[in-house]
């Protein structure tokens, strides 16, 4: 029988079937990997938990991201005579802070889309509101010439692009300036939420929540009422996905522990002490 020393396997050689993303391997493959102590002249016995030299001419770093050990030979022109202390080094996320990271950067980029597109809409509204009496005019007269030149009236008007272009002349101008000023504002409340989420800000996770599931409830009543699309359907499905991700994983209001559990969640994979946990027991 094996006796538990406490040891868990480091990042990137867990079982496949217990992590399917080694985030931590993607992360040093994109940036490469964390080492600390490469330039220093000389190695203490309590930097073993992050750089090693056993006396064969090389020295060992660890990455603070996937704990890869990669050997390298002692500097010949060293900047410094340690490695930096514990408290002077800023470590790498690792575990289910990196994997959060991830995913909130994956919503942001959603969010971002969602800006730029509301932003177009917006731009072209504004800008129609404010010259619809310009361009009234070209307007009705290209729509005289497309309608004798199928020999008359023939309804086109009322139907499909040319249609809409109609209604929108015919709207008052009052409505054009609210639904574009609506969509400006909604353009940059997605633009906001972009950049909090891009820097994992908390309170940039709750406002992607309500404001998703705000509106899951006409997006439902949608699906329930009018033509059934695949758009909308994919849409419905990332919208509740994005919002039961944030309530749960994140621990929103509280829930299964709220802010504290993250918290610990966090030290728990991302600390000093999570670093010499993954150590073998012998080489402590």
């Known amino acids: ?5 406490g040891w868990e396997p480091p990042p990137g050689t867990r079982p496949k079937q217990h992590q399917l993303w080694w985030y931590e391997l993607i992360e040093c493959g994109r940036r490469g990997h964390r080492l600390e102590g490469t330039n220093a002249a000389r190695v203490r016995s309590g930097d073993a938990v992050f750089v090693r030299e056993p006396g064969d001419g090389l020295r060992w770093h660890r990455c603070l991201r996937c704990d890869a050990w990669l050997p390298a030979r002692p500097p010949a022109h060293p900047e410094q005579e340690f490695p930096p202390g514990r408290d002077e080094i800023e470590l790498p996320l690792r575990g289910k802070s990196l994997r959060d990271r991830y995913v909130l950067r994956l919503i942001a980029v959603d969010r971002l889309l969602h800006f730029l597109v509301l932003g177009v809409l917006a731009v072209a509204v504004l800008g129609f509101a404010s010259e619809r009496a310009r361009l009234r005019s070209s307007f009705y007269r290209v729509m005289d010439l497309l309608q004798n030149g199928v020999g008359g009236p023939s309804g086109h008007a009322g139907r499909g692009f040319l249609g809409e272009l109609n209604k929108a002349f015919a709207a008052r101008s009052t409505t054009l300036w609210v639904i574009g000023l609506v969509l400006a504002g909604y353009a940059v ?5 972009a950049v909090g989420l891009w820097l994992t800000k908390r309170w940039a996770e709750y406002l992607t929540f309500v404001a998703t599931t705000v ?12 033509r059934v699309t695949a758009t909308k359907v994919l ?7 994005i919002s039961a991700y944030l309530l749960f994983a994140k621990r929103l209001f509280g829930l299964r522990g709220g802010g504290k559990a993250e918290a610990a969640e966090r030290a728990r994979d991302t600390s000093w002490e999570a670093l010499e946990r993954v150590l073998p027991g012998p080489g402590r």
């Open 1 to 5: 029988m094996t006796e538990h020393t």
């Open 189 to 193: 409340l997605e633009g906001v939420e």
């Open 235 to 241: 849409t419905l499905v990332i919208n509740a996905a």
């Open 215 to 226: 509106l899951l409830v006409p997006e439902i009543y949608e699906l329930a009422g009018g």
